[in-house]
């Protein structure tokens, strides 16, 4: 038994560390939450220097950036395109809300500077595919921030499919979400459609996604049936002090969908904000020599909910084997992220997370809608870059 857990051991335990060579020049692109964690993560990195900051509230980026301990060295303008005017840049974190995700990394890209674009990737395929030409023109990286790919036990799940224990995969089941956790902590920009875009699918959903899309080498979507709905979202009671807020909901809090994949491959998918009841379900791989049941967190959160269960046949009898938890070498998975993406900017590497694959879950939720309101199974076409 301890042979087959030895095959699915990590064998990368040891953090990594940016040394040596020039400092980065760094510009961080919308400066609300989520900026905060690169702004953090960057200056943990020595071979970084943040030197400008932009967002459309006046204020605002002076003001997160005095939170963060950085009071001198960074220049702040009130949009994308006068810092990018202004400054000598090497790489951008793209921190603003979906909508504008295209836009702005576009712009950096045709700028000649590298590209972090936090998730979603985009709000639609046809987004995604002018962020690839882009990308493809320039000759500049862009990666998509992913960080759960970072997690030891998400590289696990890859590596048992690619060690051929599962045999041909054929069916999986996957998903996650929180029995009540619309997120509104920070006002209404996630939950609006002018600043969002797409809901649980854009916050968690392509989270989940990845994680299988990845482990089984993400083949391409041929067709999909979606269903998306907002009942939680529009509920006043679901904000006790901004009951407000359910005027203005007009995102997805729910999603699910059936997508055949090429390889005849079946993705059974469902992600939720809010529903009544803790979990849909763990996530179970499906092949014709094994199959894997990833136990579902309470609250989506980019790892496992315990040991991973193999099932499989050893000498004509059925047993089940448990793949050990795996305890991350490094602080954070987001912190790791951000320095793969200056170690990859900094060696001349390919994107960590590149676009070649995200266009892929990219077009499956993009699908998802599109079946919602044509109310019948869509074909997926994603165009040659």
């Known amino acids: 038994m301890a042979d087959i857990l030895d095959r699915f051991e990590s064998d990368d335990h040891s953090e990594k560390v940016v040394t040596g060579g020039p400092k980065l020049r760094v510009g961080i692109i919308g400066c609300g939450w989520i900026a905060e964690a690169h702004i953090l993560g960057y200056k943990k990195l020595p071979n970084v220097e943040i030197v400008a900051a932009c967002d459309l509230i006046p204020g605002k980026a002076e003001a997160l950036f005095e939170k963060c301990g950085i009071t001198s060295g960074v220049n702040f303008y009130p949009s994308d395109e006068a810092m990018i005017a202004a400054e000598k840049l090497d790489l951008v974190s793209v921190c603003t809300y979906n909508r504008t995700h295209a836009s702005c990394t576009i712009h950096a890209l045709d700028a000649g500077i590298n590209v972090l674009c936090e998730k979603p990737m985009c709000v639609t395929l046809d987004e995604a595919v002018e962020m690839c030409k882009a990308e493809k023109r320039s000759g500049k990286l862009l990666t998509i921030g992913f960080q759960p790919r970072y997690d030891l036990n998400m590289k696990e799940i890859k590596k048992i499919v690619e060690s051929g224990a599962l045999g041909k995969v054929y069916y999986i089941q996957t998903g996650g979400g929180r029995r009540r956790g619309i997120p509104t902590p920070y006002g209404t920009s996630f939950i609006q459609d002018d600043t969002a875009g797409i809901g649980a699918m854009g916050d968690i959903g392509c989270y989940s996604l990845d994680m299988v899309l990845n482990a089984i080498g993400y083949p391409k979507p041929l067709t999909v049936t979606g269903f998306k709905s907002d009942y939680f979202g529009k509920r006043p009671d679901n904000y006790p002090t901004h009951p407000e ?139 040659e870059i």
Not at 291 to 318: F, K, S, V
Not at 340 to 358: K, L
Request: charged content about 20%; proline content about 6%.
């Open 245 to 383: 807020y359910a005027e203005v909901f007009n995102v997805d809090d729910f999603a699910a969908a059936f997508i055949r994949l090429e390889g005849g491959i079946v993705l059974d998918f469902r992600i939720a904000w809010a529903m009544n009841i803790d979990s849909p379900g763990d996530t179970i791989i499906l092949g014709t020599e094994g199959g894997l049941r990833i136990p579902a967190t309470r609250d989506w959160n980019g790892t496992t909910g315990g040991p991973m269960l193999l099932y499989h046949e050893i000498a004509g009898q059925q047993v089940t084997t448990e793949i050990p938890l795996l305890k991350n070498p490094f602080s954070s998975c987001f912190e790791e992220k951000l320095r793969d993406t200056v170690e990859c900017v900094i060696n001349n590497r390919p994107a960590p997370v590149p676009t070649s694959q995200i266009i892929i879950n990219q077009a499956i939720i993009d699908a998802i809608f599109r079946s919602e309101r044509a109310g019948h199974e869509v074909t997926v076409e994603i165009p």
